[in-house]
């Protein structure tokens, strides 16, 4: 098919030659979509080899990155213990910002030995008596517990819930999305269904929904509601704070003890179709929503 279209093209400038050299000189100017080289001067083009056009830049991976995708920590935080010469490859410490790893690269982390694992992202609703650690001394029960089936990679909560707190808790090996979700200045709203052990007042509602200072800091409430139909003592209260027994304390501050309280949306996440107890792996979409954060 080239062929004919090569030798096409020869007939096409031979007959050409007889029309008039302005006619010549306007086609020549012109840039036809069409064309094609004569098959003589193929052999004068000069072809670059892949090698030449561009270094392969997907050689290897970033060690902060490879540190990051071991579920240690975010990237930022793994340049910092590079630096502090807390990795080493093939048994040598590296303190250079941007080394690679190469496959088959032995790389330790505080001397232990560390790799790139697969992404997991675990949703747990959280039922009391569980305390969110990785284990405890004392013997008490921690959700690891509770999601020690869930994968093979190591993952671990992202946040706390202390342990009369019920609700959503996420877990995961993917330590910069772990730093993104805990870290205030992405304002990632959690929102708590809370009962008091009395009627909450309006005026009580409206103090705390404004901004106000708790043990010298300022307390940004985001949204605080009553809940349709319950009683006046059933709130709702949606906050992006991350700081410790930040509900509880809220509501003692102003003369309340929280009797219950259950975390029933985080970053987007529900707890539709989960039940206490019960984890459940995320979706691509819920990943690519948090991602977004």
Same mark, same amino acid.
């Given at each position: 098919?080239?062929?004919?279209?090569?030798?096409?093209?020869?007939?096409?400038?031979?007959?050409?030659?007889?029309?008039?050299?302005?006619?010549?000189?306007?086609?020549?100017?012109?840039?036809?979509?069409?064309?094609?080289?004569?098959?003589?001067?193929?052999?004068?083009?000069?072809?670059?080899?892949?090698?030449?056009?561009?270094?392969?830049?997907?050689?290897?991976?970033?060690?902060?990155?490879?540190?990051?995708?071991?579920?240690?920590?975010?990237?930022?935080?793994?340049?910092?213990?590079?630096?502090?010469?807390?990795?080493?490859?093939?048994?040598?410490?590296?303190?250079?910002?941007?080394?690679?790893?190469?496959?088959?690269?032995?790389?330790?982390?505080?001397?232990?030995?560390?790799?790139?694992?697969?992404?997991?992202?675990?949703?747990?609703?959280?039922?009391?008596?569980?305390?969110?650690?990785?284990?405890?001394?004392?013997?008490?029960?921690?959700?690891?517990?509770?999601?020690?089936?869930?994968?093979?990679?190591?993952?671990?909560?992202?946040?706390?819930?202390?342990?009369?707190?019920?609700?959503?808790?996420?877990?995961?090996?993917?330590?910069?999305?772990?730093?993104?979700?805990?870290?205030?200045?992405?304002?990632?709203?959690?929102?708590?269904?809370? *009962? #008091? @052990?009395? +009627?909450?007042?309006?005026? =009580?509602?409206?103090?705390?929904? &404004? !901004?106000? *200072? #708790? @043990?010298? +800091?300022?307390?940004?409430? =985001?949204?605080?509601?009553?809940? &349709? !139909?319950?009683?006046?003592?059933?709130?709702?209260?949606?906050?992006?704070?991350?700081?410790?027994?930040?509900?509880?304390?809220?509501?003692?501050?102003?003369?309340?003890?929280?009797?219950?309280?259950?975390?029933?949306?985080?970053?987007?996440?529900?707890?539709?179709?989960?039940?206490?107890?019960?984890?459940?792996?995320?979706?691509?979409?819920?990943?690519?929503?948090?991602?977004?954060?």
């Amino acid at each position: 098919m080239t062929a004919r279209k090569f030798s096409s093209g020869g007939r096409q400038e031979k007959s050409g030659s007889n029309k008039s050299t302005g006619n010549s000189k306007k086609r020549s100017n012109s840039k036809d979509k069409n064309f094609r080289p004569h098959p003589q001067k193929i052999k004068n083009f000069k072809v670059k080899s892949k090698s030449t056009q561009e270094p392969n830049k997907n050689e290897g991976i970033r060690l902060n990155k490879y540190i990051a995708n071991a579920g240690i920590c975010s990237r930022r935080d793994a340049d910092t213990f590079i630096k502090t010469g807390s990795a080493s490859v093939n048994g040598k410490v590296i303190t250079e910002m941007g080394y690679k790893v190469q496959l088959g690269d032995e790389v330790r982390f505080d001397g232990a030995l560390i790799s790139p694992e697969t992404k997991r992202y675990i949703l747990l609703n959280k039922p009391k008596n569980y305390i969110t650690t990785m284990d405890d001394e004392r013997g008490r029960k921690t959700v690891m517990e509770l999601v020690q089936n869930a994968t093979s990679e190591r993952i671990y909560p992202v946040g706390r819930l202390d342990k009369n707190t019920t609700g959503l808790l996420l877990f995961t090996n993917d330590g910069e999305m772990a730093k993104k979700l805990t870290h205030p200045k992405h304002n990632v709203k959690k929102l708590y269904h809370v *009962v #008091l @052990d009395k +009627k909450l007042t309006m005026a =009580d509602l409206n103090k705390i929904s &404004e !901004n106000f *200072v #708790l @043990d010298g +800091k300022m307390v940004f409430v =985001d949204k605080i509601s009553y809940i &349709e !139909n319950k009683p006046k003592f059933e709130v709702g209260i949606e906050i992006h704070s991350g700081r410790n027994r930040i509900v509880r304390r809220i509501f003692e501050h102003f003369g309340y003890k929280v009797t219950k309280l259950d975390r029933v949306i985080f970053a987007g996440l529900t707890k539709k179709n989960l039940s206490r107890g019960v984890w459940r792996h995320l979706t691509q979409q819920e990943i690519s929503n948090l991602k977004m954060i």
